[in-house]
């Protein structure tokens, strides 16, 4: 069974930064992409972020390029979004999630985490 567990959320004033991490499980787990995603209350689900599992390949969403940066460390299953510059309307839970091919729509991802609050404060 796959498993993914976001960590590294919090409260940060605005202009701060965050690292979030995905550590991902799980005996078989080799997906094509990893990406990070995020829901505001009351708001859709936004994909933020793509990297595939080479980590040769990323994408940006417009909405947080320049501030957000996706990495992976090769050596271990984990994934990083680099958060810089926060906002208030960055406040959202932030959900890491696995998919077999490589896609930046959410109902395409197989596996995710259960979620990582941020909270960015004014």
């Known amino acids: 069974q796959v498993q993914l567990v976001e960590s590294g959320g919090g409260l940060v004033q605005a202009g701060g930064s965050l690292r979030l991490s995905c550590a991902a499980s799980?005996?078989?787990?080799?997906?094509?992409?990893m990406g990070w995603f995020r829901q505001a209350p009351g708001k859709e689900r936004e994909f933020l972020a793509v990297i595939s599992w080479s980590g040769g390949w990323t994408y940006i969403a417009d909405s947080v390029k320049g501030r957000f940066t996706i990495s992976r460390e090769i050596a271990k299953t984990t994934v990083y979004l680099q958060m810089s510059s926060l906002k208030p309307e960055d406040t959202a839970v932030y959900f890491c999630?696995?998919?077999?091919?490589?896609?930046?729509?959410?109902?395409?991802?197989?596996?995710w985490g259960q979620g990582t609050q941020v909270t960015v404060s004014s």
């Open positions: 799980g005996r078989t787990f080799r997906p094509a992409a």
């Open positions: 999630a696995a998919a077999q091919k490589w896609t930046y729509r959410g109902n395409e991802y197989d596996y």
